[in-house]
């Protein structure tokens, strides 16, 4: 995915929902802090963008969203790229991730706003999760100096609860990096 393409995920999602805003919390919102052309090869390789509403208790917008521009769909079809609607629990964030939210909003996206996660947010939620796509893209990030080390482990500590989890995170950061 590239600029260009998150841009229009946020102008269908808030087409669709006639909502302001989106949030983007998956991988692809590292395309709101930087363009592709300065991140590791494989970093921008998801053709999916993880997107939430923040006022969406039933989840009736995400559903919405899955609906019409998610995987399988014609959009998915027409354009190579999808939207999946999720909800906030999907990711363990570090306290005050929404005011870091990276704000989109230009004439590519119709003026309407998508608000992406900060990149060390993004990295901190990836290694909570753990699973070997997100190690592999956290690493990419570190060896590419577009992510440092120290900061990282200081958004990890703003994390609150999940201590093993934390634990686990620091410990690959100690492994993974020069």
């Known amino acids: 995915m590239d600029r260009e ?35 590791p090869e494989g970093v921008t390789k998801s053709m999916e963008a993880d997107v939430l509403f923040l006022d969406d208790p039933d989840q009736k917008l995400a559903d919405l969203i899955d609906g019409a521009i998610g995987e399988l769909s014609i959009f998915h079809d027409t354009f190579g790229i999808y939207a999946q609607g999720v909800d906030r629990s999907i990711a363990i964030l570090p306290t005050g991730w929404e005011s870091r939210l990276v704000r989109v909003a230009n004439e590519n996206t119709s003026n309407s706003v998508g608000l992406c996660l900060d990149p060390y947010d993004l990295c901190a939620a990836k290694l909570m999760a753990f699973r070997q796509k ?33 634990s686990r995170a620091r410990g690959f950061l100690l492994i993974a990096t020069p």
């Open 134 to 166: 997100d190690l592999d893209y956290v690493r990419l990030l570190l060896e590419a100096g577009i992510i440092g080390r120290a900061e990282l482990v200081s958004r990890l500590e703003e994390i609150p609860d999940h201590d093993d989890k934390k």
């Open 5 to 39: 393409e998150i841009e229009h995920i946020i102008r269908a999602c808030t087409g669709i929902t006639g909502q302001e805003n989106v949030v983007i919390i998956g991988s692809q919102a590292i395309l709101a802090s930087f363009d592709e052309s300065q991140l």
